[in-house]
């Protein structure tokens, strides 16, 4: 079945390390990626997207994601975690046949000092 | 310009009461979805909306659920008999589609509905 993975439910960070997001799906063709953020009380927002091209795309608030098309994932980075980064993230996938967006089930970021 | 509107903010309802949730989309973008976030679930897709065509209702749990899309605009999810089951936060979110592929979806702030 397709689906979109997010291996990683809740991960804790300290202030200034380094993050990573993981992301895979199951579908056939190279499908559409996004990364959302989701800040406590506030509505989803876009991250970053990748349709084609770079594999490696840059996004808002300092975050980038890498397509890794033999790996089926889309990793989202950070270099540097901010306290304001806790959030849940939320991968999502577009099937290159269609318009319906698939997400995961999301990973909870938890910053601390 | 406004991004995405939602409306209530907030409903509470008795147990077999429908409810209606509106969604005002960004105006001009062709596709508009409908979502449902349950407590510590991701979302949960519901129906979409593109352009003048049929709209894929393939994620509405029960028949209870309907949506229409007005004039290609604005947006009501009704949820007729509401169970408790039902309780959760339903968000919409409208985008462009174009010939290139999906594009960013806005999302609305949701509508948290909790069914007593």
């Known amino acids: 079945a397709q689906s979109v993975t997010q291996p990683d439910i809740h991960i804790t960070v300290s202030e200034g390390a380094s993050l990573e997001l993981r992301c895979n799906y199951s579908y056939g063709a190279t499908p559409y990626l996004f990364w959302y953020v989701q800040s406590p009380g506030q509505g989803l927002q876009l991250l970053l997207k990748y349709f084609s091209g770079d594999t490696l795309v840059q996004g808002i608030k300092g975050f980038e994601a890498e397509f890794k098309r033999s790996q089926s994932s889309f990793n989202l980075r950070k270099p540097s975690v901010h306290w304001s980064d806790a959030a849940e993230y939320f991968c999502a996938v577009v099937p290159s046949s269609g318009n319906q967006f698939y997400f995961g089930t999301g990973t909870s970021l938890t910053v601390i000092p | 310009g406004a991004g995405v509107s939602q409306s209530p903010s907030n409903k509470v309802t008795e147990k077999g009461k429908d409810v209606e949730l509106r969604c005002d989309p960004i105006?001009?973008?062709?596709?508009l979805y409908w979502y449902r976030q349950s407590l510590g679930q991701g979302l949960e897709f519901l129906i979409y909306?593109?352009?003048?065509?049929?709209?894929?209702k393939s994620g509405l749990p029960s028949d209870r659920f309907s949506a229409e899309r007005t004039g290609g605009s604005v947006s009501t999810l009704t949820i007729q008999r509401t169970q408790q089951e039902d309780s959760a936060v339903y968000l919409c979110a409208s985008s462009l589609t174009g010939p290139g592929g999906p594009d960013t979806q806005y999302f609305g702030p949701g509508t948290r509905l909790l069914v007593l």
């Open positions: 909306f593109q352009g003048n065509s049929a709209p894929d």
């Open positions: 105006s001009g973008h062709t596709a």
